[in-house]
């Protein structure tokens, strides 16, 4: 997957977050209610790079409890050494950027998706002598 790059401050992304975090309820009903018809729960949230960013990955979610989401990372890290996809991490629900999950064929959630589609169509489009 590519690692595509957002300043912290896009709007667009600010706007998918707030959304994601606003209809969280919609995925913890999912989960917890919803098991025979959905599947494939997966959030996003930000790792510690060791540097001023973060990098911002996908986890399968095995478990939700006192505000802790306990899941496998479905990312091969770029930036955090410590990491490989494949690892067991735990997440603070209150750091969550994005969820998604399947019903049936349908895809529910992944608000950060078509943002960060639009910033790689820029990237890849952009002109070689622009910044």
Known sequence: TPIVSIDS?????RNAVAQARERWPEFIHAFEEEQETCSSF?????????????EFMWVKVTAIENERIFGILDNE???????K????VRIPVREVSD???RRGEEMNGGFTLPVLAAA??????????TP
């Open 85 to 88: 996809s494949g690892d067991r």
């Open 9 to 13: 401050d896009d709007t667009a992304m």
């Open 42 to 54: 997966y959030v996003k949230a930000p790792f510690d790079t060791g540097t001023d960013d973060q």
């Open 120 to 129: 790689a169509s820029r990237k890849k489009n952009r002109r070689p002598d």
């Open 99 to 101: 969820w998604m999950f």
């Open 77 to 83: 890290p770029a930036g955090v050494p410590k990491l």
